[in-house]
């Protein structure tokens, strides 16, 4: 059973920038897409961001392009999502995505 665990979420200042990210327990990590979606208090969970089996392409929604950068290590089976100047419209709960399996979540909170 593959496991994605999401760490890096918290607290941060409008204008600020964390650093989220997506450890994956299988072999397979390398060869799949990776994405990452939020979650919103009442709203429906939002796609952001997908990069590719090696990285060579990203896409972004247009709520968090040029902000938002999504990596990986597949020597390490981590994806990140870079964030940077952070509004307060992007706390939610950040999830990452490989096939059918989710991480647990992890809360970023944008605030002053």
């Known amino acids: 059973q593959v496991q994605l665990v999401e760490s890096g979420g918290g607290l941060v200042q409008p204008g600020g920038s964390l650093r989220l990210s997506c450890a994956a327990s299988d072999s397979s990590f390398g060869t799949l897409n990776m994405s990452w979606y939020r979650q919103a208090p009442g709203q429906q969970r939002e796609w952001i961001a997908t990069?590719?089996?090696?990285?060579?392409?990203?896409n972004y929604a247009d709520s968090v392009k040029g902000r938002f950068t999504v990596s990986r290590d597949n020597a390490k089976n981590v994806a990140y999502l870079q964030m940077s100047s952070l509004k307060s419209e992007d706390t939610a709960v950040y999830y990452c995505?490989?096939?059918?399996?989710w991480g647990q979540g992890t809360q970023v909170t944008v605030s002053s």
């Open positions: 995505r490989e096939r059918t399996t």
């Open positions: 990069t590719t089996p090696t990285g060579a392409f990203t």
